[in-house]
């Protein structure tokens, strides 16, 4: 408990969990009352994997008609969005669907998402950026995450390029939260290491980065009245504390080994949990540097999340000490000295970042120092994210992260050696 504390926590409405579990979908399909929807996948699933088809005869059996849309793309663009919209509704000639499937990685649940908002009638998506009318109506969806993961099943963003800005954009309303998030860890053992490691180190970015972010007494909720984020509490931290937990455990060994059942057990519980967490405490500078980061490079979403992580932890060890001692803790850091130990953090997250073959410097992202002063503005203008950063001169601080990212510069780690040297 934290007596400061102002929970407003959001989940999914039915969380369906563990091995094989798909294989219960059809029939809770029916008893929720749907009888035609709209399954939103890519070529992998529908070409490579009989899960599409195993479905599709599922469905057909419990009464359930579902029709296909395998256009998923990675890092779903506005302009995928309105195109998806626009062939689906052709197909379903007026003949409307009553719930929405999603099949795939976090980029195929996004689009699903942007579907749930537009298929009812024809709009852009970006009609939903900012604000959704509480009178919008919104297609109920299903989230089969085959990643381990973005936690997109348990949020209420669709996170989508948008050509006209820098960064990403997000599509963000309580309702578009699934109406069952159904985790099967059995998906994702087809995933392969570089995906798996992007997941991998994108789940534990979301359980450190809500661990540490602005507590809930203290966030500004701008008047609203269902906020689908509002800073870090208690019931939050419980599920970040086991994500870190199960992520230092079980995320370098699910990359190294994708056989490696217990490891890919382990990180989908690791991402639900994540998701469980900053689904309601909300993110800050690391996701805000890596939209900016994602908008220059156009490298995936783990990878610029893994290069800023170490980074944006060396700048948190003054106002967060205690919560990095317990990150030491859950990462297995041997070290008895509580200082050394906490300050050793930010690097053995860049170690580990290092094992799963993600870089470690913007540099070796391909930014040039040129395009260092652009960066920072772009993230700053990340507002939700910005102002969330649990530090009292946040502008000064992303201008020093990004530099220490570009360069590969860490202060912690210095300072834990100096410690080091001084107590031996
Ligand atoms: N809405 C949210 O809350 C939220 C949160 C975090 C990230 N995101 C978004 O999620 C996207 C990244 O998602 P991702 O990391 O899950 O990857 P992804 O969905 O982009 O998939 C990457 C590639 O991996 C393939 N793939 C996925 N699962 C597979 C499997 N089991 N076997 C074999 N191949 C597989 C896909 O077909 C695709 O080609 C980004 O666009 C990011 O912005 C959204």
């Known amino acids: ?80 969005c309105d195109a998806a919209t626009a062939a689906v509704r052709e197909r379903l000639a007026g003949v409307p669907v009553d719930h929405v499937i999603a099949l795939g990685g976090g980029s195929n649940i996004d689009l699903a998402k942007a579907l749930c908002l537009t298929l009812p009638d024809g709009s852009a998506v970006r009609a939903f950026l900012g604000k959704i009318d509480a009178g919008t109506p919104i297609l109920p969806l299903v989230a089969m995450p085959t990643t ?11 996170i989508l390029v948008d050509p006209d800005n820098a960064t990403k954009v997000a599509v963000m309303d309580n309702r578009l939260r699934p109406a069952v998030a159904l985790v ?52 939050t931290m419980l599920f970040a504390h086991e994500s870190i937990r199960l992520c230092g455990r079980y995320l370098l060994r699910s990359v190294q080994d994708g056989g490696d059942r217990e490891a890919r057990i382990g990180m989908s519980y690791a991402s639900v949990y994540a998701a469980l967490s900053y689904g309601s405490a909300g993110l800050n500078a690391v996701h805000g540097i890596a939209y900016a980061v994602a908008g220059q490079t156009h490298l995936s979403h783990g990878t610029t999340n893994a290069v800023m992580l170490p980074y944006v932890l060396d700048a948190l060890g003054d106002v967060r000490r205690e919560e990095m001692l317990a990150i030491a803790r859950l990462l297995d850091i041997a070290e008895t000295d509580p200082d050394i130990a ?15 073959g993600l870089p470690t410097t913007l540099r070796d992202c391909g930014i040039e120092q040129r395009d260092v ?26 201008d020093a992260m990004v530099r220490n990212a570009w360069a590969g510069t860490l202060t912690a780690e210095a300072g834990a050696s100096v410690q080091r040297r001084r107590a031996a």
């Open 1 to 80: 408990m934290r007596v400061e504390d102002l929970v407003y926590f959001c989940a999914p409405a039915r969380l369906v969990m563990g091995a094989g579990c798909r294989a219960q979908l059809p029939a809770l399909l029916r008893r929720l009352g749907y009888r035609r929807g709209l399954l939103v996948t890519d070529t992998f699933f529908s070409g490579a994997t009989p899960w599409v088809d195993e479905l599709v005869a599922g469905g057909r059996a419990q009464g359930v008609e579902l029709l296909v849309y395998d256009g998923g793309m990675p890092d779903p663009t506005t302009t995928l």
């Open 148 to 158: 381990a993961g973005t936690g997109s099943e348990a949020t209420p963003g669709a």
């Open 184 to 235: 099967d860890p059995e998906f994702t053992y087809t995933c392969p290491p570089r995906v798996t490691a992007d997941a991998g180190i994108d789940a534990l970015t979301h359980a450190i980065e809500s661990y540490l972010t602005l507590d809930s007494a203290i966030f500004d909720r701008g008047g609203e009245a269902d906020p689908g984020y509002s800073g870090r509490n208690a019931l």
């Open 342 to 356: 906490a300050a050793r953090v930010p690097g053995v997250v860049r170690e580990l970042v290092a094992a799963v």
């Open 373 to 398: 002063d652009a960066l920072v503005r772009d993230a700053l203008d990340v507002a939700r994210l910005a102002k969330a950063f649990p530090v009292p001169d946040v502008s000064a601080r992303y």
